[in-house]
């Protein structure tokens, strides 16, 4: 069979301690096979080691933040485009899919596709929104209330038991067992990722994941259940383990029928001593351990690709259950050459 | 009470829970004694089994025997006759 021939776009190259999902996306992307592939990356600053990773990437363009305005990042993308000519491109932070999703028909115009959930998808299942989300498909979730200031936080007594989560809108969770605590974090959090912070319950349990990518119709495409069996002190799992629950397949079923999920997706789930499952965060992009699911059997990023491209994909039936990954560090030997091109070129 | 189904063990005494994803080693004898729970056995087969090979006598094995069934279900290996 002919490969597909494909200039394919990432963001999420910062394959850091806390690690974007670009690098394993595009590793799964090319070791599928099934591309042939020049790979374009997007980054946000200069440091990120994917940047530097050639084997990966052919060619590294460096982007302006979401919070600089849909209109500057189309702006540079027409640019890139123009040298590029790009067929897809995967955005693989949650804190610029607003406004990849926002752009998405200007990207289209410039012949980039996209394989994103839409806007109302994307809020619906919001951090903020988890408690009607959880109401109006009949899933668990846990109690949520977001707060906006250090005044809202006494009253939260009435509502809550301690400990509570406290939990950015994009970004980072703490434990809190005290109102003081909850202030602590509530600075932090504020301070990098903005307002509203969410207070949520506190469901005691294990807790598990799921990948899984949505056709956009109700259907899912496939999904790979896996327990960190080895997690940072940021809370990432640094190795894991598939899992054979069919209750968490099940669940994932429901959601991306019920929600006609377009893309891919991450459940984060508690599931408690009695094994009920409480979704507590529906991340709307591929995990950074999706590559765990591509040793699984299930090639989700390539499947993604092809949608984008409206090719026909068929479900993926079975993965292995059992398969682990674990995850290290390594050092680059980066010239400073190539530091300095895309400090000052934003190219490299 | 019985193994539940989907548990694996492997000959080196290995065991895979594919619901929670934990994992456990145990020693020869105890692998053993899973190995003749798997083939659904009772407990007065598998106490024979082991008194005819071992050099132990009843009132050991079954003191042993049974804190070894109260560490599987603590550990959720275990489920309850049908």
Do not use: C
């Amino acid at each position: 069979m002919s490969k597909i021939k494909l200039t394919l776009a990432a963001t999420g190259l910062n394959n850091t301690d806390n690690p974007g999902p670009g690098i394993p996306v595009i590793r799964s992307i090319r070791e599928s096979g099934e591309f042939d592939m020049r790979v374009v990356g997007l980054a946000y600053e200069t440091l990120e080691p994917g940047i530097y990773m050639h084997d990966l990437i052919d060619k590294v363009y460096q982007v302006p933040y979401p919070s600089e305005g849909s209109d500057n990042l189309i702006k540079r993308l027409e640019y890139i485009n123009s040298i590029e000519n790009i067929d897809v491109l995967i955005p693989n932070f949650d804190a610029e899919l607003y406004t990849f999703i926002k752009s998405s028909s200007a990207l289209q115009k410039m012949g980039i596709r996209t394989f994103l959930p839409t806007l109302q998808q994307l809020e619906e299942r919001n951090k903020v929104n988890l408690p009607e989300f959880g109401k109006k498909y009949d899933i668990n979730v846990p109690l949520s209330r977001p707060i906006l200031g250090h005044s809202e936080i006494l009253s939260l007594r009435d509502e809550f038991e301690f400990p509570v989560m406290v939990k950015g809108k994009f970004y980072d969770a703490y434990i809190a067992y005290n109102e003081e605590q909850i202030k602590m974090h509530f600075n932090k959090i504020s301070a990098k990722w903005g307002l509203p912070i969410i207070i949520q319950e506190f469901v005691k349990g294990t807790e598990v994941n799921v990948v899984a990518l949505g056709d956009g119709k109700g259907n899912t495409i496939g999904a790979v259940p896996m327990r960190k069996q080895y997690i940072t002190d940021k809370g990432k799992a640094w190795g894991g383990i598939t899992l054979g629950d069919e209750n968490m397949l099940s669940l994932t079923r429901k959601i991306i029928k019920a929600t006609n999920w377009k893309g891919g997706m991450e459940l984060e789930l508690i599931k408690t001593t009695k094994n009920s499952l409480y979704v507590i965060e529906i991340n709307p992009r591929i995990p950074a351990w999706v590559y765990l699911a591509v040793g699984a059997g299930q090639n989700l990023p390539a499947a993604l690709v092809k949608l984008a491209l409206d090719y026909k994909v068929p479900h993926f039936k079975q993965y292995d259950i059992g398969k682990m990954f674990v995850r290290y560090s390594y050092d680059m030997i980066v010239g400073l050459k190539e530091f300095e091109s895309l400090s000052t070129r934003g190219e490299l | 009470m019985k193994l539940k189904k989907n548990i694996a063990i492997s000959e080196s005494g290995f065991i895979f829970d594919p619901n929670t994803g934990e994992s456990f080693s145990i020693n020869p004898i105890g692998a053993e004694i899973i190995g003749i729970m798997k083939l659904g056995k009772s407990t007065d087969e598998i106490q024979s089994s082991i008194l005819d090979k071992y050099d132990v006598d009843a009132a050991s094995f079954e003191k042993y025997y049974y804190d070894f069934l109260n560490m599987l279900k603590q550990y959720n290996l275990v489920e309850e006759d049908e």
